[in-house]
């Protein structure tokens, strides 16, 4: 029996929804099939690149985030930290 030392998600995409508030973001993770974590955290793009980075190394990793009162801070911090940001538009007549 083989055992594995590194857990390695290379080839996987995380996704990482955000629900984004002045102190704090509620973070959903998951991956093409499953939730894998949901969780409150301060808010801070810093922490949020540790946590995907950390718990599944070797992945792809998006975030998505309705800019609403945020604007595009969040996502400026996030791509210059490598992580990629899907963010809504809408559709012009």
């Not at 973001?25 to 810093?46: C, G, M, Y």
């Not at 540790?50 to 975030?63: F, I, W």
């Not at 800019?67 to 210059?80: K, N, P, T, V, Y």
Request: a neutral charge; hydrophobic letters at 35%.
């Amino acid at each position: 029996m083989t055992k594995v030392k590194e857990l390695d998600f290379k080839g996987t995409t995380i996704f990482c929804g955000l629900d984004v508030h002045k102190v704090s973001w509620r973070v959903n993770i998951r991956d093409t099939e499953l939730e894998l974590k949901d969780f409150i955290q301060p808010a801070s793009a810093d922490l949020l690149h540790k946590h995907p980075t950390r718990n599944y190394p070797g992945a792809k990793y998006k975030v998505g985030y309705e800019a609403g009162f945020c604007g595009f801070g969040i996502q400026r911090e996030l791509s210059a930290l490598g992580i990629e940001c899907i963010l809504p538009t809408t559709a012009a007549d």
